[in-house]
């Protein structure tokens, strides 16, 4: 009996030691890695710093931009939306009027080593669409298939991409971004610029990570009906180039930059070409240039034209109050060239 006990007794101590070997080894495989990769927040913080990184080596800026609706009404009326976005900006040096162009590009667009829609768009311009008065930077990201058109098709409440900080000689608190449909973005009017063989900020070409040895056929080529961008001169023209004659090619672009002071109700206006020559590209720019932003500063006035037509015409630009209709400019408020598009 006692040895039959016995046996019981090993027998149970042995399946209560099988247990807890058996127990003990799951708990040490269920038991996390020490090793184990990050997580999918911490990875996207890793590789966001190391883009914000790359973006300050290759001496852009980098700046957080909300998405905003009603940007044509007063700040007090804007809609800041959800979410945000971290975009590089590059800033060329200044000429000799102290104007800096420059140009946004998102930063997971600029550190991707990876084709995105936008950066092949800036590698492969394409023509611009004719000139119908609307925005051209829209109609040009419009045609490559992006969009930087807010709440409806005719763009009339406007928005963009804010920051907080007001505009100044190197921050343009308001920038539209052409967004393609695989969430890349870069700054439409850059873009258009670039169209137009007109290089703005810097050369994305020479800083973006993607440096294909040749671009994919995406917006020129077989698969696409689109014809590459002729233009490779901008001619830019100061208060010193008055009355002189300027030769340049159909697809140039023209620039024209005048000292400006808005402050005293006195601003440049166009009065005369020939639309069958030169097509001015949007608005009038206003920059301060190097100065800092206050009541009374004066700045630059920068007016954009594209060649369109062979054709020789002179372009008249005179310094007026605008709603002084009857008022003749004297000599030396008016400014002119002798324009040949060859």
Known sequence: MDRKFQIFTLLVFGI??????LFATRSVQAQPNAQATATPDAMMQMDNAAAAKYCTDNKGTVTTRYPTYNTNAPPSQWLTLAGSRDFCTFHAPADETG??????IALDTLYAQEPTLAMLAYLEPVALPPFTGANPATLYCS???GTDIWGGQNNAAG???VTQEADSSTNFQVVGMCVFPDGSAIDSWGLTYKANGVVRGADLSKVARYQPTTPPNVFVGASSPNQPAESTVDKTLINSDNNSDVSVHVGDTLTVKLVSNPSTGYSWQVTAYDTQVLQQVGEAQFDLGNQTPMPGAGGTETFTFNAVGKGKTTLTLVYLRPWEKDTTPTPQNTWSVNVTVE
């Open 16 to 21: 209560a030691l099988f247990a807890m070997i």
């Open 99 to 104: 104007f800096q162009s420059q140009i946004s």
């Open 143 to 145: 045609k490559l298939g």
């Open 159 to 161: 928005g963009g991409w």
